[in-house]
């Protein structure tokens, strides 16, 4: 997913759950690989690609080595890969991306990551679901990459839930359409593992609700199926979702049934979660973020409430 943060103007960086805020320190990079980053960027700098969308968003200095140790389809056109980044100072906020170097390919890649930051502190692993394209990046990942092929990852992105022990408690409303669940996801899975210390120690931050609106084409391409409803399933006092489907041509199994809508996602049911204590996190394709974040600037949400991201 080739993506850009867009932030509303206004949004508030290091306020209500520290949606977006300023980089952690940053350090030199090895020759090496700095080497790698800087021949890539003079390289795709000569074409629109996600190196100049995201050229004034937050990124981290840090650039780190990564090894394939996993790699799955987990849809007709979307891979899934899980990453050893072995580096300790890479870290990221659920929501974050990173630029993606390839040897060998001039391109920069761009994908959010559907990991949970937990997955990254306990065994060094994070994720990436990347869509089927000509993207140069894109087609390495579904056409040569290998279990122990190396790139090298840096992390960046201001569209991120990080909120901190003592912050207040916040609902949040996720709403994404295709592969724009990456970066939700991870969301989703940070504000679990958030929900499961809680609960597990008695202390540390108080997640509110959350309620994931998700929309594809069909089921096939609802991405993450299953580590989504399991997660509703174990936290249904904190967790639901809503899944919506605007091309399905085959049956919906009985399994997914009961969330799944047929229609796009719909402007009363992003208002009726309004609230006070409500942040919105949007991210899909142009079209779909424009909408919803205006929608919901005209029904008064306050704009350090909303964050969203566009990809291509």
């Given at each position: ?8 103007p206004g949004l508030l960086r290091g ?298």
């Open positions: 997913m080739a993506c850009a943060a867009v932030v509303i306020s209500v759950g520290a949606i977006c805020t300023q980089p952690a320190s940053l350090r030199s990079t090895p020759s090496a690989l700095r080497h790698l980053t800087l021949t890539s960027i003079m390289k795709s700098k000569r074409k629109t690609d996600h190196l100049e969308r995201t050229a004034n968003v937050v990124r981290r200095e840090v650039v780190s080595t990564a090894k394939v140790c996993g790699a799955a389809d987990e849809s007709p056109s979307v891979k899934r890969l899980r990453l050893l980044v072995a580096d300790k100072d890479f870290s990221f906020k659920a929501g974050q991306w990173v630029d993606f170097f390839i040897p060998g390919v001039s391109v920069v890649g761009g994908f959010s990551i559907c990991s949970s930051p937990r997955l990254l502190e306990q065994e060094r692993m994070i994720e990436l679901a990347v869509k089927y394209t000509n993207h140069p990046p894109a087609l390495w990942i579904h056409n040569q990459c290998t279990l122990d092929s190396e790139v090298a990852v840096r992390v960046g992105g201001e569209f991120f839930f990080d909120p901190q022990p003592a912050d207040a408690s916040r609902n949040l409303v996720l709403i994404a359409g295709g592969v724009g669940i990456n970066p939700l996801l991870s969301i989703l899975r940070h504000s679990a593992d958030l929900h499961r210390e809680r609960a597990n120690k008695g202390s540390g931050y108080d997640i509110g609700t959350i309620k994931l609106f998700y929309s594809a084409r069909n089921t096939s391409e609802l991405l993450f199926k299953k580590n989504i409803l399991d997660l509703v399933n174990e936290f249904p006092e904190k967790i639901a979702c809503s899944l919506h489907v605007t091309k399905q041509t085959t049956q919906i199994s009985a399994a997914l049934k009961p969330y799944i809508t047929e229609g796009r996602i719909t402007e009363k049911e992003i208002r009726d979660h309004i609230s006070e204590e409500t942040l919105f996190y949007i991210c899909g394709p142009p079209p779909m973020t424009d909408f919803f974040s205006k929608q919901l600037e005209n029904s008064h949400v306050p704009t350090e409430h909303i964050c969203f991201e566009k990809w291509w």
